[in-house]
C-alpha cells in the first residue's frame, strides 16, 4: 500500500486527465493521495475532487505567494471555509513560508503563525512549504511548540533537516529522488519512522521530459529500498505505518 501525501490534482495539467491519473494510482497500488490546496477556489476544487475518488483525501491551505497577494478579509474568508469544513480534510496544507517567490516575510509569519493556531485549534496536522524559509519554519513551529508537522520536499541544509529529525516531525520524500544527492542523502540518514513519500505531482517527476502523477511514487520506493537496504514491500509497510499514525 503506497501514498501521495502531497500532490496537486486541480492543477491545470490534471483538467482532462484525472480519471486517467487515478486509474493508473489504483493499478500501482496508490490507496491514499492527498490533495493539497493553495488558495480558497482551489480548496473549494480540492473538496469537489475528494468527493469524487475515493484514494483522493482532501488538505486545504493558502500558499504564501497567495498570502502575500490576498487582502486581510480575503485570508479570513479561507480560514474561515477551513474551520467549517475541518471534517472534511486530512490535514491544513500546503501552508508555510517562501522567500524564493518574496522576501515579504512580515505578513507571511503572521497568518502562518495563525494558520498554526487554527490547526491546533481544529485539531489536524500541518502540510508545510518551507522554500528558501525552513529556518524561520522550524523556529516558529518550535516556539508555538507545535506538534504534528510535515514539512513536504525540503530543501533545507542538514543541520535543519537534523532539527525536523529531533523535534519528531515528519518529511515526505518526492519522486525526484531517483536523481537528487540531496533527497538521497536525507532518506540515508534520517528515521524510517519519519519519512513519507509525495509527487507534488505534476511537479518533480522522476522522469525527464514528463509531468509527474501519483503512480510514479513506486519509483521513489525503489529508491528508499535500495538505500535503506530493505524489501519494496517492507517500505511500503513501514510509510504506510507512518501515515497512519501521522494522520
Known amino acids: 500500500m503506497i501514498v501521495d501525501v502531497h500532490a496537486h490534482l486541480t492543477d491545470n495539467y490534471f483538467n482532462d486527465k484525472l480519471d486517467k491519473i487515478i486509474n493508473n494510482a489504483k493499478k500501482n497500488n496508490i490507496v491514499h493521495i492527498i490533495s493539497n490546496g493553495i488558495n480558497l477556489e482551489d480548496n473549494k476544487k480540492v473538496l469537489e475532487i475528494s468527493k469524487k ?3 483522493v483525501k482532501a488538505a486545504f491551505g493558502f500558499y504564501p505567494d497567495d498570502i502575500i497577494k490576498s487582502t486581510f478579509e480575503e485570508i479570513e474568508k479561507n480560514l474561515e471555509f477551513i474551520k467549517k469544513n475541518k471534517n472534511k480534510i486530512i490535514a491544513i496544507g500546503e501552508v508555510g513560508l517562501d522567500l524564493y517567490h518574496n522576501k515579504e516575510l512580515k505578513k507571511q509569519k503572521e497568518i ?3 494558520i498554526i493556531e487554527l490547526a491546533e485549534k481544529i485539531n489536524k496536522p500541518l502540510i508545510i512549504h518551507s522554500r528558501k524559509a525552513e529556518k524561520e519554519c522550524i523556529e516558529i ?3 508555538l511548540q507545535f506538534k504534528k508537522a510535515l514539512f513536504h520536499s525540503f530543501t533545507g541544509n542538514f543541520k535543519l533537516v537534523k532539527e525536523i529529525e529531533k523535534n519528531n516531525w515528519m518529511l515526505s520524500i518526492p519522486c525526484n529522488i531517483v536523481r537528487s544527492e540531496h533527497f538521497q542523502n536525507i532518506v ?5 519512522n519519519q519519512i513519507l ?4 505531482s505534476p511537479y518533480l517527476s522522476p522522469y525527464k521530459n514528463k509531468m509527474n502523477e501519483p503512480s510514479f511514487i513506486v519509483e521513489t520506493i525503489k529508491i528508499i ?4 537496504n530493505l524489501e519494496k514491500n517492507e517500505i511500503k509497510n513501514i510509510i504506510f505505518k507512518n501515515f497512519q499514525n501521522f494522520f
Request: hydrophobic letters at 30%; zero cysteines.
Open 53 to 55: 475518488y475515493n484514494i
Open 112 to 114: 502562518f503563525i495563525k
Open 141 to 143: 513551529l518550535k516556539e
Open 188 to 192: 540515508k540518514n534520517f528515521n524510517l
Open 197 to 200: 513519500t509525495e509527487t507534488d
Open 225 to 228: 529500498s535500495k538505500l535503506k
